[in-house]
Structures are given as structure tokens and as C-alpha cells.
């Protein structure tokens, strides 16, 4: 009897479960063309391209949706483990501007998960390896409350 069928999920089926969950009424990252690469406990990696529509008054993607990119990384990675959790504030470094047409990779990764709180770093980078963004979220989890609970 493999776990799915006796009932028990894996952590990596918990977070990819959550995600595809969470995903359905995301429209925000819909609307900015992320794809969710991969998810795992405490992980996630997004992707974007740099549109049009994207570009400020400089033409460079403008800031704020590069931060909006990195919180969704962010809240796919905090939500893994299937505890309803929420930002409670983050920080962002612009370290480069993103080009028109340039795919980014937002790369977050737990530093620390601690009762009701944690802690992310996500790290956004364009097609050539260079860094665009430094990201720090802070979470706060809601007790008792689940993502895939139904009724």
C-alpha cells in the first residue's frame, strides 16, 4: 500500500497540493504571467517574464512588480506545509534593473519557521544569472487554519 492510498501524504505532496490549491485564485500572479516552477517544504520557485505593460517611466520593470513577483514566491513557500499563513511585512533590495523580454526566477527558501512565524529569503534573478532582487519576508501563521480543508 503506497502513502496515497493508505491516506497519508508526503511533506512534497502536502506542498504541491497546497499550491495547486492556491493557485486557482491567485490572480495576481496569474495576471503577471508567473508560472510556479516547483514548490517543496519550505520552497518555491517562480517564474516571470518582463512585459510591456511591465515597464515604468525609465523603461525597466518597474520595482513594485518585481517585489509583487518575489511576495508570491514568498507565499507559495510559506504556505507548504498546509497552515494558512500570511506576510507580516518584507523588506526588498533592487540590486539591478529587469529588461523588457528578460524571464526571471524568483528562488525562495525558509531561513526560519518557529511556532507561528518565519522567515524567507527570495532571490530574484534574470535568464544570465544576474541579480535583480533581494527579498526578506516575514510570516505569520493562523492557528488551526488549513489550506486544503474543505467544508
Known sequence: MSDCDSGLETPQQIAERVRDLMWVNDRASQSLGIEVLRVAPGEAVLRMRVREDMLNGHGTCHGGLIAAFADSAF???C???DELTVAS???????????????????????????????????VRNQDGTRIA???????????????HVG
Not at 533581494?134 to 486544503?148: C, D, E, N, Q, W
Request: no cysteine.
Open 75 to 77: 507565499g507559495f513557500a
Open 79 to 81: 504556505n507548504t506545509y
Open 89 to 123: 511585512g518584507f523588506g526588498i533590495d533592487l540590486l539591478a534593473p529587469a529588461q523588457l523580454g528578460d524571464e526571471l526566477t524568483a528562488t525562495a527558501k525558509e531561513l526560519s519557521r518557529a511556532r507561528r512565524t518565519g522567515v524567507y529569503d527570495v532571490d
Open 134 to 148: 533581494a527579498f526578506r519576508g516575514r510570516s505569520h501563521t493562523l492557528p488551526g487554519k488549513r489550506i486544503t
